[in-house]
């Protein structure tokens, strides 16, 4: 078997898996892809390892070994994109690229103030009277 032919089928693949990954918006399309892309690299190693005749068969151990951590990063990844659904309604990427908490609309007057480089890290002094550590009470 000519070594030219899954070497072909693996870039085919490697290139649709980073075309899905760097054209789709939805999370779980994103996560395909990159199985897909996982995949190919598994095709290369089973390849060369038979083109090598490789008597250790070091390339098949190999792919099982990213078989596996594709099986976790897939489980963990559909878990992650599950709880963010569950949250904020949309698995869209672009609509997600802010992960941080958002603000408490009933929180402090200055909420709404920009946190520049040179107010990031202090605090205010409705911020030390309401947190029991910096009035010197013990926590139970």
Do not use: K
Request: a negative charge.
């Amino acid at each position: 078997m000519h070594l030219a032919y899954p070497a072909v089928l693996a870039a085919l693949l490697f290139c649709v898996g980073l075309y899905g990954v760097l054209a789709r918006r939805n999370a779980i399309l994103v996560l395909m892809s990159v199985e897909l892309m996982l995949n190919a690299v598994n095709l290369n190693l089973v390849a060369f390892d038979v083109w090598l005749r490789d008597t250790l068969h070091a390339g098949q151990a190999l792919t099982l070994f990213v078989v596996a951590v594709a099986a976790a990063e897939i489980g963990i990844g559909l878990a992650i994109v599950l709880l963010v659904y569950r949250n904020r309604g949309t698995s869209d990427l672009d609509r997600l690229r802010d992960l941080r908490e958002r603000r408490d609309p009933d929180g402090p007057e200055d909420a709404d103030a920009p946190e520049g480089p040179d107010t990031a890290g202090t605090t205010t002094a409705s911020d030390s009277a309401a947190d029991p550590l910096t009035r010197g009470e013990a926590t139970a």
